[in-house]
C-alpha cells in the first residue's frame, strides 16, 4: 500500500531534550517536505527536499533540521526542543512537478514541557 | 510556491444547506490544489485544477478556477455530515512543488 508513515504518532518531551520525527515513504517521490499545523495558522512548512541531498528553507524553519541521505526518508530532527515547538507535524511528499498531489502522513503530535 | 488567502476561516451549516469557501491570490496561480482534513486525520488530496476557468465536479462537490487564475472556489450542495473538516487550498510554483503555501484553511461544522 502507497503510504507516508511518520514516527511517533504522539510524543511529550522536556525541553531541550533532542529528538527525531521520522518520515518514510515507499512512493519513490523525489519531493518531501514537513509542515507545522497549529490552530488558526492552517499548514506551514518548515523544510522541504525536491531530491536526495537536496533541502531548502520552507517559512518556519528556526529550530529544526532535516536531512535527506536516502529517496525514502525525511526526517525532522529538534536538537533543543522549546515550548513553541508544541504543535502537529505533517510529512508529505509527492513528485516534483508542480500539479503533483501531497500524500500526506497521519501525524506526530508533539508536546513540548 | 504562491501565496492564498483562504475565506471564511469557519463555517457552520445546518444538515443540508450549501457551502462555498473561497481561495483568492493576487498573482496568477499556476494551478490550485484543494485538499480536506478530517478531524483528527491529515490532509487528503481531492483534486487539481490547472486551466483557466475551468470547472471539475466530485458528486455534490464543484470546484472552479478563475478566468484570470487568481481565484478558485469549493462548492459543496446539500452538506452531510461525513462534509465535516477542513478545507485547504494551495498552489504550486512555476516549476515544480517547492515551497507549498497552504491557506488558512475553511473548517466547516454541520448542525444535524
Known amino acids: 500500500e502507497a503510504q507516508v508513515t511518520q514516527n511517533p504518532r504522539y510524543l511529550i518531551t522536556v525541553t531541550g531534550k533532542k529528538l527525531t520525527v521520522t518520515c518514510s515513504q515507499n512512493m519513490n517521490h523525489e519531493y518531501m517536505s514537513w509542515y507545522r499545523q497549529d490552530p488558526g495558522l492552517g499548514l506551514r512548512q518548515i523544510y522541504y527536499?525536491?531530491?536526495?541531498?537536496?533541502?531548502d528553507k520552507g517559512d518556519v524553519p528556526e529550530g529544526y533540521k532535516v536531512s535527506r541521505k536516502e529517496k525514502r526518508n525525511f526526517p525532522l530532527i529538534l536538537e533543543s526542543p522549546s515550548p513553541n515547538q508544541t504543535s502537529l507535524y505533517f510529512c508529505a511528499s509527492s513528485h516534483p512537478e508542480s500539479n503533483s498531489p501531497l500524500h500526506f502522513g497521519n501525524g506526530t503530535r508533539l508536546t513540548v514541557t | 510556491g504562491q501565496q492564498v488567502m483562504q475565506i471564511p476561516q469557519y463555517q457552520h451549516v445546518q444538515e443540508g444547506e450549501d457551502f462555498t469557501t473561497y481561495c483568492n491570490s493576487s498573482?496568477?496561480?499556476?494551478?490550485i490544489q484543494w485538499y480536506k482534513q478530517r478531524p483528527g486525520g491529515h490532509p487528503v488530496f481531492l483534486i487539481q485544477l490547472v486551466k483557466s476557468g475551468e470547472v471539475k465536479k466530485q458528486k455534490r462537490l464543484t470546484f472552479q478556477f478563475g478566468e484570470a487564475k487568481k481565484n478558485s472556489s469549493l462548492h459543496i450542495t446539500a452538506t452531510q455530515t461525513t462534509d465535516v473538516g477542513t478545507y485547504f487550498c494551495?498552489?504550486?510554483?512555476?516549476?515544480?512543488?517547492?515551497?507549498?503555501?497552504f491557506g488558512t484553511g475553511t473548517r466547516l461544522t454541520i448542525i444535524p
Open positions: 527536499s525536491m531530491n536526495v541531498e537536496v533541502t
Open positions: 498573482t496568477t496561480l499556476s494551478n
Open positions: 494551495t498552489s504550486g510554483g512555476d516549476f515544480g512543488n517547492e515551497k507549498l503555501t
